[in-house]
């Protein structure tokens, strides 16, 4: 199973510094929060050159995780503390977008044995007329990320 390739970078702040981190960065690392405890910084996903038994890539598919075939890996709902996504359109432009102050991107953070490694969750967009093939999910913190 490979997860589908989405979020191409992502801005956080961290201590009042903001930062961009891109997927093809080696050991990139992304915000995360789980549902106990305090914010810190995930491996994001795996590139093919990294040696490891998470699936490759960036993204999990919602339709993926819920149908169980990310069970494997115990994955746990997480929110990435992000202020802005850049993703790539179907004609191949990129471009940022900003989150709305209270709206996170959901993640799901994936372990096998001591392997650690949080996954953007995304969903294909509805509308006919949609400029992307595959769209971050947003929640927002005052709902269940479940």
């Not at 990139?28 to 106990?36: D, G, N, R, S, Y």
């Not at 810190?40 to 996903?45: A, D, E, H, K, R």
């Not at 149908?67 to 746990?76: I, S, T, V």
């Amino acid at each position: 199973m490979y997860s589908i390739p989405m979020s191409i970078a992502i801005k956080y702040q961290i201590d009042s510094t903001e930062r961009v981190v891109t997927f093809r960065e080696p050991q990139a690392k992304l915000p995360v929060k789980l549902k106990q405890q305090g914010g810190q910084l995930m491996l994001w996903g795996r590139r093919m050159r990294e040696s490891g038994h998470l699936p490759f890539g960036a993204c999990a598919l919602l339709e993926h995780i819920q149908a169980g075939q990310w069970d494997e890996y115990f994955p746990k709902s997480v929110i990435i503390l992000a202020n802005a996504f850049m993703e790539r359109d179907i004609e191949g432009v990129t471009h940022w977008h900003e989150l709305i102050r209270g709206n996170y991107l959901q993640g799901i953070l994936a372990r096998h044995e001591n392997e650690y490694r949080v996954y953007v969750v995304t969903i294909f967009p509805q509308l006919p007329t949609a400029t992307y093939a595959r769209w971050p999910r947003i929640v927002n913190s005052s709902h269940p990320i479940n």
